[in-house]
């Protein structure tokens, strides 16, 4: 049996259980046999070799990143200008002339050292946006390998790649990808519109695409959760997260990163706007955990300087002494107490304005008692809303909007909610992590292009 090779920007250290992605990923390595190659969280030092991990079945290892390409290759290029561009925020988009070199110099490097290691018959597997001239990196050192790229953002849109420098490499980079995956039907459109557009390319008559002389294939594969890990953890009794205190008595929950795309400023004035609209005799509260992330980058300092100011706004406005009707945590919360906290919630919140997947969804859904659950709020512009369309779907800058979805959901009859939390379930349950990257790695590996390139098969 061939090896899984699997790369990322980031190698799992630790408790390979901290999430659906390294359980898959970990899953499929343990049966197949193979290395995990990613960056140390800390930068270091360019030896030029990569570093054996401890702890695992299967081979991981770990390279540096010096400082310079800390910030020129993944504070740079990969989160100041590919993270914006393919979440749709090119108003957000920060260029300097150091970060595209730096960007394809890390490629460049990584690739040398994945030749040296991997097999004739390995099947690799990349990850994520850091990483798009990977394949082409290893075919110039004479890699015939099948490789196969997944995006866990959205694909960007075909206008704003004209923002990138040497835009017409993007999709020649892409392009030397066997198999290209994605999350959402529609970001396979996008691809699609992306490649049909490009003079170079030819898109035959069972789905694929011709890119000078490669032979790449699009599909859609919807990320997912371990839906019964999460599920045990949501039913262990043995800890309340909010201590003696007790729950409040109405509470919506919302978990992110600190991130602009994810819309939590129009969150808290949408919530704010419930509280104005709505009869708050029940004291609703609004729990937030958004732990840091990516500080170092203008971006994210100005939208935890937003929050924090409507923070105080809001509670300035409608608190009550025994009351905070918006609890924000910029802090991480441990799984454990975040399953937890979503099965004992009344509404979760996912309204970003754009996002790959956002598994926190699947997560809440899994979470549930799904004889008394909670209600999904959910912004149009995730891309679980293209399969979990039982939920309460919202335009996410439409703060009334999204005000009246929050009542709706606090004031939702009991048959409906199970109603629609049992839909909502089938759609977690029939994409959970486990069949992702299973029906990843066997497309990848046979490369069958007998269905259309917008289907996902197992």
Not at 319 to 333: G, H, K, M, Q, Y
Request: aromatic letters at 10%; one cysteine or more; hydrophobic letters at 40%.
């Amino acid at each position: 049996m061939s090896r899984l090779v699997v790369i990322s920007n980031r190698l799992p250290i630790g408790d390979a259980s901290s999430g659906g992605l390294v359980v898959a990923l970990h899953d499929a390595l343990e049966k197949r046999g193979g290395c995990w190659i990613g960056a140390y969280p800390e930068a270091g030092s360019d030896t030029g070799k990569f570093e054996d991990v401890e702890g695992s079945h299967y081979r991981k290892l770990a390279f540096r990143l010096t400082q310079n390409e800390v910030e020129n290759y993944y504070l740079g290029f990969a989160n100041s200008v590919l993270w914006p561009l393919c979440h749709r925020r090119v108003d957000r988009v920060s260029m300097t002339p150091s970060y595209w070199p730096g960007y394809k110099a890390v490629n460049q490097r990584l690739a040398k050292m994945i030749a040296a290691e991997i097999r004739s018959d390995d099947l690799i597997w990349v990850h994520d946006y850091h990483f798009f001239p990977l394949a082409r990196e290893l075919r110039k050192l004479g890699a015939h390998n099948r490789i196969g790229f997944f995006l866990h953002v959205p694909f960007p849109v075909l206008s704003d790649l004209s923002i990138l420098p040497e835009p017409e490499t993007f999709a020649a980079n892409i392009a030397h990808y066997d198999l290209i995956g994605l999350q959402t039907r529609g970001d396979v459109a996008r691809c699609l519109e992306m490649f049909r557009a490009d003079y170079r390319s030819e898109l035959l008559s069972d789905g694929s695409i011709k890119f000078g002389d490669r032979i790449t294939t699009v599909r859609s594969f919807p990320i997912g959760i371990d839906v019964a890990a999460f599920r045990t953890e949501a039913q262990c009794d043995e800890s309340n997260p909010f201590g003696s205190s007790g729950a409040p008595e109405k509470f919506a929950v919302g978990v992110d990163r600190l991130d602009y795309t994810k819309g939590l400023p129009n969150r808290f004035k949408a919530f704010g706007r419930y509280l104005e609209l709505c009869d708050s005799e029940n004291r609703p509260c609004l729990i937030q955990i958004a732990p840091p992330t990516r500080q170092e980058v203008s971006a994210y300092q100005e939208v935890t300087d937003e929050l924090q100011g409507l923070t105080g706004k809001i509670n300035g406005q409608f608190a009550e002494l025994d009351w905070t009707p918006i609890r924000f945590i910029n802090r991480s919360v441990p799984r454990p107490k975040l399953a937890r906290l979503y099965r004992l919630s009344h509404c979760g919140l996912v309204t970003s304005l754009a996002d790959g997947m956002n598994l926190v969804a699947k997560e809440f859904v899994a979470a549930q008692d799904g004889e008394d659950p909670g209600v999904l709020v959910l912004s149009r512009f995730a891309g679980a809303a293209e399969d979990m369309t039982d939920a309460l779907l919202v335009n996410p800058y439409d703060i009334d909007e999204t005000a009246r979805a929050i009542h709706a959901a606090f004031t939702m009859p009991l048959g409906e909610r199970r109603e629609r939390h049992a839909k909502c379930l089938e759609v977690v349950e029939r994409t959970d992590a486990s069949h992702w990257s299973e029906s990843f790695v066997n497309i990848l590996k046979s490369r069958i292009s007998m269905l259309e390139p917008w289907e996902m098969t197992a």
